[in-house]
DNA sequence: TATTTGGTTCTCTAAATTATGAACTAAAGA
DNA sequence: TCTTTAGTTCATAATTTAGAGAACCAAATA
C-alpha cells in the first residue's frame, strides 16, 4: 500500500462507521475498511499501523478480534516472519447463518414470555406469536435462499 | 404489572441483553424485555420505573429512543394523564426494510472500493464483486420473502 | 391560587470502552 | 552472544456512555 489517496482515506472512514454502527471498535472498523479499499489482497502489520497511524497494540487487538470473528485472515511467507491480513471474502455466508441463528434465539425468548404469560391475554399472545412465526420463517427461507444463489453460482 | 416473579426478571434481563447486543443501551433493553413479558399491552410510565427499580430520567430518555426508533408506542385515555407504553408488535416488516437498506448501503461502499480500485487488482474485484451481489440479492430477496409471507397470512 | 401529578431536562458521577506508549517476548540474523 | 524484527501484553490516559438525582415545567386538581 503506497500512500493513501485522499479519496481512498474517505471510503475507509466510512467503512468504518458501517463497521462502528454493527458494534465494532473504531479501529477495528477502519482495518476492515484498509483491506476492502487496499489493491493488494493481504497488508502486513506494519503496513496497517502506518496506513492507518494508529498503534502497534491497537493494531494487534483489533486484529486478533477481527480473526476471532472470522472476518480476516492471515498468511505467511517462508522466510519472511511478516503476517499478511486480509479480508475473509468468501465468510459471508457464515455470517449470514450466524445472523439467523441469532434471530432465532430471539424468536425462542418471545416463546418463553408466551409461556410464562400463560393464559392471561391471549390477544397478545397472538400477536406476539405472528411475530415468532415469522422470525422462524425468515431463518428458516434465508438460508434457503442464501443456498440456493450459491447453488446457480457455482455450477 | 403486579410484581414480577423470579422468572419474569429473568426472562426480561435475557431480552435486555439480546438488545444490548444489537446496540441498545442495557434500561432501553430491559424496558423492551418487560413490555414483551408483560401480561398487559400497554404500561404506565410509572410501572416501568417502579418494575425495573430505575431512575424516571433513565426511563424517560430510553422511552423516547425506541419510540424514535419505533420499537414501542404509547396510548392515552381521556381523562387519565399517564401515558402508556407498549411494544410495536406490528412494525417488524419495517425493520426488516431498513436492515435491508442499511446492508444495500453497504454493498454500494464495496462497489466504491471496486472502483477506486480500478484495474488494479481485477481478481479482488471480482471477489468483491461477488459479495457485493450476495447483499444485493438479499436486500432485493428477503423482503420479497416478507412480502410472500404477509400475503399468505392476510388472506 | 396553591398543590399534586406526570414526565422532561440538566448536571454530575461512575463505569466502561478505546486506544496509547512502554515494556516485554520469542524468533531470526549478525 | 548481541541485536534486530514482529508482534503481544500491560499500565494508564482519554473519551464516551449510561444512568442517578434534583430541578424544573405544564396540565390538572383542590
Redesign the pocket.
Known sequence: MAQLTQEQRQLIEKIGIYHEQQGF????GRIMGLLYVSDRPHL???EIVESL??????T?????LLQQMRLIEYTTYS?D???YFGALLENWHEEVLNKMESILAFSKLLRQANELRGQLNPEMNERVLERIEFLEFLSREVPALMHKWLKERNQ
Open positions: 471498535p473504531p479501529v477495528t502486513s502489520f506494519e497511524n494508529i498503534s502497534k497494540s491497537a494487534s487487538n483489533a486484529l486478533q522466510g516472519r511478516k503476517r
